[in-house]
């Protein structure tokens, strides 16, 4: 076996469904409930703002959905993605352990964002929708959404976190190349963002008061909808290709990860990475899962277990999941992908259920494992990335000092080329 | 076969020896001159700015140069690099030529650069050396040697042409984030930086110019040398590893490519391409060459056939090239990394004795195709290289009007996405 052992896949070998883990989870999710009325939300109220396929999904609890021809093509266009040995960076750590990494930033955008934006603008688009408003922190999802957009005729706009929006002009540039629309929020577009302006002209803008910003965008036009990029089930329903992909990976090489990492923002490529091992931790297994987030920003680790919305003004449906709280506006951290208030219903579940680990990393720790990394591996990680990469490193020097050869896989979720400037 | 077929290669079958068709030419290359006696250049008078290595690399006439351990692990971090089938761009075309791209951009850096970054780092690093000095157009060279530096320890300086600088101030973050040191070209650290600037006070500057400072730079500092992007032999050879793994790669999968394209600057990344394919040529196979130059800096196209410097000063040696005059100071086009008034000897002499086709093309058609390409086929390509794929539409449609199956295979040289300004 090669010391720089890549694992392809063939267009053939991709999973040509999504895994749904509502189908095996030994608990039931507690339901979103309608903000006003704290009644259990119905189906249909969700499709106000989803269109009809992608409500279906969120809900439904069936094993298996099948991704349909046209989105498979279009995974096709750069799926399946590597899974690399990080060869150069177990010599370094002087580890046993063996250290993989699926690497997402082969996709067109650079980020795992195009396995569900690819999607949601697909089901959109059957459904008639002509314009899709979405919100995007670092950006990957805002661009990851107008390059879908552009591949099935649908309008996009796009309201970025007014921090970040600054701090990487690059992004507003590859948006405007796919032919979307990018305002820094808060605007004085909406009478939300108008309204958090009047509050703090300097407002650095948060997540949450994006999708507020772009949830009013949505009421306010014809035949437009919503669409998000992480947190909800179908998001990380579409997700599970990256984790289908890393199973089929490692059968190949005969081999079983013992540990599996992803960086937590909203929880979708951590939820793609580790949910279709779902049924083998239930069989018993020992497999370990581990969210790594910032520490600025430590939903999983200090946020409060409980009903929460998603964004700032209220708008969206009550989740039960780990938050900091709706009004919570995080410091200016460059992993700006991972400055949000919540979490997936999904992962909180997990993790409240005991079947997830989740650590918090400062900045430090994360940008010198992106710095060694980089040089090692000759790939610069997105800044979220790195959190994944910091706690893999960890994990590695854990297995050294216990003298275990442990299999680490962790999602490499997009590269920093397009976020130079937080390193900077 | 797939229609998104990917062709890779695992790193034991990545080339383990570099091809030097000096071996093999079957004409002379007319000598390089000393720039104040115009005599032969002795070996020895190139050993001032270059290691002893490289000056043997660039004048030897052995057929096979094997690659060294080091290096060999060095690419092996990214290489081999995928030979990819452009099926959405074919049936796009309604074209019945098989279209196949190599594609460079997966290196660290994003382009070819470090193919010929890594190796001339390692001789410079075993030779003693401990800055390196060089210039560079867009970025992608500069980029590309600082990541080699830091993998070998040395130190690098760049002088990057102002206009790029200006335009593309991500250029900048990465070189520094790898280490480099980086100075807009013109700059008032050298005495001929000054002097140009005296002149205009506004100008642009060019690679000539650039390559002036740097070498005023070598000559002022203690084992300091000088680091060419393109041009020498040398720089082609190494470049060769892309020929060879695309041969490999269509044997792979028992297929010929009638025609072989590539953009042209100075000509290492498609000399890289088209070399090693030289003896099938020289063998009698119908196999066609094009290197596709943008309108604004014909050098191939227009330019006249004559010994010239490389820089604007005159310092380098005089070498017999296809040249618009050391003194011509390109537009402001996007392509940074083609604007420069002279070629590599080697391109230079085939294209001299029909060997090889060239064409040149406006912005228009290229940016059409960066434009076709990103949506068809998920990669943003870097401006230069849209050159490239601008030459392969052109060959597509001419084989649909004569309903010719013929293979086509050129090379993605890079991505765009540090050089998105450029498409603004």
Known sequence: MSRRERIYLSVEEMPKYWYNVLADLPFQLDPPLNPQTREVLK???????FPQPLVEQEVTTERFIKIPKKVFDEYAVFRPSPLIRASNLEEYLETPAKIYYKYEGVSPTGSHKTNTSIPQAYYNMIS??????????????????????????LNIEVYMVKTSFEQKPMRKLIIN??????SPSPSLNTEFGKKMLDIDRENPGSLGIAISEALEEVFKKDNAKYALGSVLNHVLLHQTIIGLEIKKQFEKINIKPDVIIGCHGGGSNLGGT????????????????LACEPKSCPTLTE?????DNGDTAGLTPLMMMYTLGKEFIPPKIHAGGLRYHGS????????????????????????????????????????????????????????????????????????????LTAYA
Chains 1, 2 share one sequence.
Do not use: C
């Not at 929708?129 to 879908?148: D, F, H, I, R």
């Not at 190349?177 to 990018?182: A, E, L, P």
């Not at 580790?274 to 899962?289: A, D, M, N, Q």
């Open 303 to 307: 946020g409060e277990y409980r009903y």
């Open 344 to 419: 997936a219903p999904i992962i909180a579940k997990l993790k409240h259920e005991n079947m997830l680990n989740a650590i918090a990393l400062d900045q430090e720790e994360t940008f010198e494992a992106a710095r060694i990394f980089s040089k090692l591996e000759g790939i610069i990680p997105a800044p979220e990335s790195s959190h994944a990469i910091a706690g893999a490193i960890r994990e590695a020097i854990k297995a050294k000092e216990n003298k275990e050869e442990k299999v680490i896989v962790f999602t490499l979720s997009g590269h920093g080329l397009l976020d």
């Open 177 to 182: 190349f796919f032919g979307g629309k990018v």
């Open 274 to 289: 580790i949910l279709p091992f779902i049924p083998e931790k239930l069989s018993g297994e020992k497999i370990e899962f």
């Open 43 to 49: 189906p249909e109220e969700l499709g106000a703002i």
């Open 128 to 153: 008639g929708t002509k314009t899709l408003v979405t919100e995007t922190g670092a950006g990957q999802w805002g661009t990851a959404l107008s390059y879908a957009g552009l591949k099935f005729g």
